[in-house]
Structure formats: C-alpha cells, structure tokens
C-alpha cells in the first residue's frame, strides 16, 4: 500500500485506476484538472491511497467508466447509444461530476436520451403485445381488454384478485413512471384506442404484507378498428411471401 501526500509528489505521473476489475491509465495531471470532483480532489490534495499492486480501485461499473475518463481528458460527456442514461447518471453522480456550463446541455441530452429509449419500448408493447390480444378477444365478440402489469420476482399466490396477469420487469418497470403511462394513452388515442390506468396495491392475503403495486390498463376499441389492423398485417404478410417467392425465383433461374 502506497499513501502519498501533498501535489508535488505525483505531478507529472502516471496512475492507474482499477474499476470493477478493468485497469485505466491516465496522468494525474489530466485528473487534476477539475479538482472539484471526486478523482480531481483525490489526487489534487489530501492524500490518495493505493493498492499493493499500486492501484486505486473503485467498485464501480467498468463499462461506463471511459465517459468519466474522456470527461477528464475533453471536458465533454459523450454518452453511446447502447449505454442507459440513468445508469450514467448514477456513474456521474458517484464521481462527484457536475459541469457547470454545461450542467443543463447535459441533462436535456440525457432526458432526450431517455425519452427516446421509453418510446422504443412503448412501441414495442403496443405492436408486439397489446394488439396481438386485441386481435384474439376481438375473435370473440368482444371489444375491451384488461391487463395487470406485475414484476417477474414475485409469486401470484395469496395475492388480491387481478386481471389478465402480464409478468414481465421491463414493462412494469416502464409503466412506474406515470410520464410513460400517460404517453401510452396518447399514443392510443392517436390509434382510437380508449384507455384508462388503475393502480392497486398487491398485498399477501394471509400476512398483509404490502407486495408491490399492481398497474391495470382497460382498453376498449370498435370492431372496425382491428379489422383495419388485420388487413394491414395481410398485407404486410402478402408483401414478405412476394418478396420470398421473388428471391426464390431469382435463385432458381
């Protein structure tokens, strides 16, 4: 272990910083030049304690990491698109980053960023799960649909009645957010697509422990709405089995 103190004894060098188990490499120098946050600080005054294998560790998400580092090193967050803002967020947040000027660019980008991950799955619900259901209770004479939105974690027994039970974290976890429940119901009634949420409290029926909250969506349509939404996904079906038989043909010739 190595505990240096004071700025002349590490200007100029090199350090290496272990997070979660990947090794950076960068200047003291380049880490000094916001003392402000949390690494700048460590290494600008007080003292700085390393390893035996002369290291600073941090347990902290590695994949997220070189946003801090290239921060340090530009003075810019750049966030890639296959990385969760919020998780960033939190990152930053622990690194004790705040960037004054650019403390409001900042987080427009990450809500924007967000937001559009929200839409993406909100999409997604709606074309992949909800209509596909509207579609088979249509077949039966009716035009409403009730769903509960439950996390996977927890078992259905002793549990309150509810309705048709969807079991899946991501969705629930979507639909906590009472931003995204109102942005479905908008984008449903961009389809004529009724909509109303309930939430209910999940408790265990033998202890009356609190759960979890349940969010119910009741979903109402007329029957010419999914007739238009098969004949949209005949014609979508007749388009690929065109192109199938086009490539077929193509091959065969």
């Known amino acids: 272990m190595e505990v240096t103190y004071g700025n002349s004894d590490m200007r100029g060098k090199r350090v290496i910083l272990n997070v979660g188990g990947k090794r950076f490499e960068t200047l003291i120098d380049t880490l000094r030049k916001y003392p402000e946050t949390m690494l700048g600080a460590m290494f600008s005054s007080g003292f700085a304690v390393s390893d035996d294998h002369g290291e600073y560790f941090f347990d902290r998400d590695p994949h997220i990491f070189p946003i801090i580092l290239n921060f340090y090193r530009h003075g810019k967050i750049l966030i890639p698109n296959n990385l969760n803002p919020e998780l960033v967020r939190e990152e930053l947040d ?14 427009e980008e990450l809500k924007r960023d967000a937001d559009s991950i929200a839409q993406k799955k909100l999409v997604t619900f709606v074309e992949d799960y909800l209509m596909p259901k509207m579609k088979t209770v249509a ?44 942005r479905l119901t908008k984008m449903l009634k961009k389809l004529h697509i009724g909509s109303q949420w309930d939430r209910s409290e999940q408790v265990n029926i033998t202890t009356k422990e609190f759960l979890f909250e349940c969010f119910k969506l009741t979903v109402w349509w007329h029957e010419e709405i999914v007739a238009k939404m098969e004949t949209q996904s005949s014609s979508s079906s007749s388009s690929s089995v065109s192109q199938q038989k086009i490539v077929g043909g193509s091959a065969s010739n």
């Open 94 to 107: 622990f690194f004790g980053i705040n960037i004054d000027d650019n403390a409001e660019k900042l987080g």
């Open 139 to 182: 077949h039966t004479g009716h035009y409403s649909y009730e769903i509960g939105l439950v996390p996977e974690k927890h078992s259905m027994n002793n549990m309150t009645n509810l309705p048709n039970l969807q079991k899946n974290t991501d969705y629930y976890e979507l639909f906590s957010e009472k931003e995204n429940r109102r």
